[in-house]
């Protein structure tokens, strides 16, 4: 499986992006995508994640009510929508992937076996 984020960019603070993360060769409704972040010497952080076919989708505390995922299965694209951004979102974001995790899983970044680039934001007036 290969996947391929894109959609960073500069933005003011309270203001919006919407990153994409194409996933190519999935094969199984039991796949799950994350989003995870890392700002200059910090380590990796998690954003969000959900499994393909069905199920909740989890978020990190920090972007809760502020960050939400959803998918195109047509395009086999999964979407990061962040509105309310604030400095401390910058960033650069990946999204990762791998199959048949468990929600209490899915925020661990070493579960992970598929990663993308990374694509950067940066918030900032």
């Known amino acids: 499986v290969q996947l391929q984020a894109s959609g960073g960019g500069l933005v003011q603070p309270g203001g919006y992006l919407r990153l994409s993360c194409v996933v190519s060769?999935?094969?199984?409704?039991?796949?799950?995508v994350g989003w995870f972040r890392q700002a200059p010497g910090k380590e990796r952080e998690f954003v969000a994640a959900?499994?393909?076919?069905?199920?909740?989708?989890i978020y990190g505390g920090s972007v809760k009510g502020r960050f939400s995922m959803s998918k195109d299965n047509v395009k086999n694209t999964v979407y990061l929508q962040m509105n309310s951004l604030k400095p401390e979102d910058t960033a650069v974001y990946y999204c990762?992937?791998?199959?048949?995790?468990?929600?209490?899983?899915?925020?661990?970044?070493?579960?992970?076996?598929?990663w993308g680039q990374g694509t950067q934001v940066t918030v900032s007036s």
């Open positions: 990762a992937g791998a199959d048949r995790l468990i929600i209490s899983s899915m925020n661990n970044e070493r579960n992970y076996n598929d």
């Open positions: 959900f499994r393909w076919g069905a199920g909740s989708t």
């Open positions: 060769g999935r094969t199984s409704n039991s796949y799950a």
